[in-house]
């Protein structure tokens, strides 16, 4: 039972286009929602973040949008460098749901 | 600041044989985690401690895996007898309060079980 899914386990894009990077969950007491991300050989580092009251929260160049009524998030990441390229991972918690993560999306930068 | 340490960084070992894996926290995090990630999954909590507390371990396979944070600041997790369904890297993870999903992790144990 996946509660949180990454349904792209890779993503490739061009050096300074948009990488868009999706997550759906099902459990609708899910109330704060985490991307993390992950170089080889280390362990992943907390990214951006969002709680349900908002539908969008802005880092830099990091942007994560929440769709409640579809149960999605997305982490929009503009625009995109090569030193993007690593493994994320959407990551979700709420009532007495501990943190649970997705399987993780692959993104490569390419120059 | 120091992170999350954790050692050894690899470990292999054959099936039934026993493993430690240890972890240092940051300091002044009372909340400390360990997960398990198989290849191609996202990280599973195995065990949450709140100071020197058990929180959470629903998931833990108690049967064979076994942690402790006696002090309440470093963490062993123990596999006896390890099982080739082991195979993961452990990871460990702190934060400073709970509930804080803000984790810090370490650099994880690549364990391989032959």
């Known amino acids: 039972d996946q509660q949180v899914k990454q349904n792209s386990p890779s993503l490739s894009v061009q050096e300074g286009r948009i990488s868009i990077l999706n997550c759906d969950y099902t459990n609708s007491m899910f109330d704060y929602f985490l991307w993390y991300k992950k170089y080889p050989a280390e362990g992943p580092t907390f990214l951006i973040s969002?709680?349900?009251?908002?539908d969008k929260n802005e880092d830099g160049r990091f942007t994560v949008f929440l769709n409640k009524s579809a149960k999605h998030l997305s982490l929009h990441i503009v625009p995109s460098q090569p030193g993007d390229s690593a493994v994320y991972f959407c990551?979700?918690?709420?009532?007495?749901?501990?943190?649970?993560f997705g399987q993780g999306t692959r993104l490569t930068i390419n120059p | 600041e120091a992170g999350v340490a954790q050692s050894p960084r690899y470990k292999i070992i054959e099936k039934r044989q026993s493993v430690a894996f240890w972890c240092n926290p940051i300091?002044?995090?009372?909340?400390l985690y360990w997960y398990q990630q198989i290849l191609g999954q996202g990280p599973k909590l195995l065990i949450q401690?709140?100071?020197?507390?058990?929180?959470?371990d629903s998931q833990l396979p108690k049967d064979r895996f076994s942690a402790e944070r006696l002090k309440g600041v470093d963490s062993t997790l123990k596999i006896q007898p390890a099982k080739l369904e082991d195979s993961a890297v452990y990871l460990c993870?702190?934060?400073?309060?709970?509930?804080?999903?803000?984790?810090?992790f370490g650099s994880g144990t690549q364990l391989s079980v032959l």
């Open positions: 401690f709140q100071n020197n507390g058990v929180v959470d």
């Open positions: 990551a979700a918690s709420g009532g007495a749901q501990k943190l649970v």
């Open positions: 969002i709680s349900s009251i908002k």
């Open positions: 300091s002044g995090h009372a909340t």
């Open positions: 993870a702190s934060s400073f309060r709970q509930p804080n999903e803000k984790l810090f």
